[in-house]
């Protein structure tokens, strides 16, 4: 499929799917976009590089199509060297991290009782390090968490790590409510959390009004 005489480059003989894929993923992660993003500014179908798009109805693998990688090198200024490059590192495949947006967070059907992603209706985003398979992604909307976060980051939060004092984390509270802010306190009867964002107010609350905690591990800036 792709040829160079470099010796960093890998064997085109020995392409697998898993690779050209792997590295499309990167090359996703490289503009801070998710696969269906990068699809979209490339002028593609949305579901072009999602996950069920990689294999047949039959259960088999399934390649990319030459121009849709070339839509997607030319809508990132990506050349064909440094996608090869992406390949040659696509042994060290990224996890796919479910994403949907902050806003929707709040709504019912994307989490567990236990702050774990569920159900359907999530994109996905190539992370190569986080160690916890429940992690997940949100992307910020709005200029409410300046100046930590700006509007379009991608936050990645674990639910699996530990949270402390100082850490900045996700809460959902029984009412719906999805908050981006630094742990300030935790007692046993209840959370007080301060804002990224100076000019808007602490927060606190019943633990027992609080459904889920999760720590914010990484973020693209």
């Known amino acids: 499929m792709y040829h160079s005489t470099s010796q960093n480059t890998p064997d085109t003989a020995m392409l ?15 503009a801070k976009l998710s696969s269906s993003g990068l ?3 490339a002028g593609l179908d949305p579901t072009t590089f999602n996950r069920s798009k990689r294999i047949t109805p039959d259960g088999r693998a399934r390649w990319p199509s030459t121009e849709s990688v070339a839509k ?22 990224a996890q ?11 709504a019912g059907g994307y989490f ?35 100046p930590a976060y700006r509007d379009g980051d991608v936050i990645i939060v674990s639910p699996a790590a530990p949270v402390r004092r100082g850490d900045r984390v996700v809460v959902r509270t ?7 802010k630094e742990l300030k306190r935790q007692t046993n009867k209840m ?15 019943a633990l027992e009004d609080v459904l889920w905690i999760a720590r914010i591990v990484w973020a693209s800036q």
């Not at 159900?119 to 992604?137: L, Q, R, S, T």
């Open 16 to 30: 697998t799917h898993a690779q050209i894929w792997n590295a499309l993923d990167r090359l996703a992660a490289r």
């Open 39 to 41: 699809a979209k500014r």
């Open 72 to 93: 997607a090198l030319a809508a990132t200024g990506t050349g064909v060297e440094t996608f090869v490059s992406l390949i040659s590192d696509s042994t060290r495949a």
């Open 96 to 106: 796919a991290v479910p994403l949907i947006g902050f806003a929707e967070a709040g």
């Open 112 to 146: 567990d009782g236990g702050g774990f992603p569920v159900g359907k209706g999530w994109d996905e985003i190539a992370f190569p390090a986080v160690n916890d398979e429940h992690a997940y992604a949100l992307e910020i909307s709005g200029d409410s968490m300046l």
């Open 174 to 180: 029984k009412e719906g409510e999805v908050l981006a």
């Open 191 to 205: 959370i007080e959390l301060k804002s990224l964002n100076a000019s808007h107010p602490e927060r606190t609350f």
